[in-house]
């Protein structure tokens, strides 16, 4: 293979390649998930991350405004003229004593990766704007994907902003909070409902997108990954490209946890950065399979040799007790993540952990962000939930400086918010299910009073 950028798949032992414009995503040889791939030797990538300083300043130029695109010289897979971009990835990495108080951490060693502010309100927009520009590249009008939510918003947003594709979004019957779907129905997507789950949604699109044609988005999709790797990148921007200890991120699909393992695999290869920060990845206890895989029956990399009989094994046996993945956390709902093998690398390269947080425990960390000033979806909530718990394991020290990725802004399922103010046992049965949420223990609830002017002053006196 001899162009700048190709496909190159995961497995060292097979290592076989693929085009750009291959859009099957599968390695021809043997079947695994593909990398976008690097001729780093031609290429010359940048000598030091703080060249990327020199962009700050140039803010009329879109592709420099973008806090995607300002790091493609790290992911050249695109001519600057072949770039979709609508301006995706000026979020915030935020100090937040507060939150750093409830995990256990000292002051200042604990930061937020907001990424609710990007143009769909959740990280999906990095990955998104690097997958259009690869369909873009190859000519592709339809894109599709499953989704649990955010996904297909961003999807639907890039369709509508560009107007060069039309989307086609599966759902799951009832897997889907309304702040999502209400995105996917507004900016034009076809928008088709299955009865099933998001794993059984995924498994129809990549079925209808080989049958039909149609561009794949989710993040099987190796370029949308790529452009989830500059998150990685912004973190290291905002801490004047200092590594941190930890990086802790939320885990469903995992394509994150692969994306950013990636990142730091390469910035470590390019001798850009002089070791990876730590990767813990959290789990949904009601969606776990990558902490059941690893952490209780040590599936590992191995090199790329992992013991997919395990896997097998392990997703029989989902199948035969018809297990369904099952909590609030509707992000990271997801019994079978695609990016597993990835994942697996990444967890491997980056010293990484992997844990289980429960519904109640995402909940209550959840509230406390949001009382620090950030509000987040309750899926990036586990980030913060499994920072506190491996801190209270002894994995995590009270000094050591930590990344929480917050993935999707609040307002992107309110229901669950309202819900657990209400602190109402009846409303979480009614409205969230049980799943496990039993109290709130950090309640706002809302003050009842009489159309009484003395009564209304007498509540703020002592409420305020």
């Known amino acids: 293979m001899t162009d700048l950028a190709y496909q190159r798949c995961i497995h060292p032992s097979c290592g076989a390649t693929a085009s750009l414009d291959d859009t099957s995503f599968q390695c021809a040889a043997c079947g695994s998930l593909m990398d976008v791939a690097y001729d780093w030797d031609r290429l010359h990538p940048p000598k030091n991350l703080r060249e990327f300083e020199a962009k700050w300043s140039r803010r009329s130029e879109p592709l420099e405004v973008s806090g995607v695109w300002r790091f493609r010289e790290l992911f050249p897979f695109a001519r600057d003229e072949q770039i979709m971009t609508i301006g995706e990835g000026q979020t915030l990495t935020q100090r937040s004593d507060s939150v750093a108080k409830f995990a256990g951490m000292n002051s200042g060693r604990l930061f937020l990766q907001y990424e609710g502010m990007n143009p ?14 690869h369909a873009r590249m190859v000519g592709a009008r339809r894109a599709a994907c499953a989704s649990t939510g955010n996904t297909s918003a961003s999807l639907a947003i890039y369709c509508a902003a560009t107007d060069l594709m039309r989307a086609v979004i599966f759902i799951g019957s009832g897997k889907i909070s309304y702040g999502k779907l209400a995105q996917a129905l507004d900016h034009g997507a076809l928008t088709v409902q299955i009865a099933g789950d998001f794993d059984d949604a995924l498994a129809r699109v990549q079925q209808i997108s080989k049958k039909l044609g149609i561009y794949l988005v989710n993040s099987v999709n190796p370029f ?61 206890a009601g969606a776990n399979t990558f902490f059941q895989l690893y952490e209780r029956q040590g599936l590992r990399w191995n090199g790329g040799r992992l013991d997919q009989g395990r896997v097998d094994a392990y997703m029989h046996g989902m199948d035969a007790a018809n297990a369904r993945a099952n909590t609030l956390a509707s992000a990271i709902e997801i019994n079978r993540p695609v990016n597993l093998p990835k994942a697996l690398r990444a967890v491997d390269r980056c010293g990484g952990v992997v844990r289980e947080v429960t519904d109640q425990e995402i909940m209550d960390a959840k509230a406390k962000v949001a009382a620090g000033g950030l509000g987040c979806e309750p899926a990036s909530a586990a980030s913060v939930a499994g920072a506190k718990k491996l801190r209270a394991e002894g994995v995590i020290g009270a000094d050591e400086r930590i990344v929480c990725i917050l993935t999707g802004h609040q307002l992107k399922d309110p229901t669950a918010t309202v819900a657990y103010h209400s602190a109402d046992p009846k409303t979480f049965e009614e409205v969230l299910g049980t799943r496990g949420i039993r109290r709130a223990n950090f309640a706002n609830r809302a003050v009842q009073v009489p159309n009484d002017l003395d009564e209304i002053i007498k509540a703020i006196e002592v409420y305020a």
Do not use: C
Not at 120 to 133: E, H, Q, V
């Open 120 to 133: 769909s309100g959740s990280f999906k927009d990095n990955g998104m704007t690097a997958a259009f520009t």
């Open 224 to 284: 949308r990954l790529e452009g989830q790797k500059t998150i990685m990148y912004r973190i290291l921007e905002a801490l004047r490209w200092e590594v941190p200890d930890w990086i802790v991120v939320p885990g469903g699909n995992l394509g994150n946890t692969s994306a950013f393992g990636k990142a730091f695999i390469e910035l470590v290869d390019l001798g850009l950065i002089p070791h990876a920060p730590r990767l813990a990845v959290i789990n949904a």
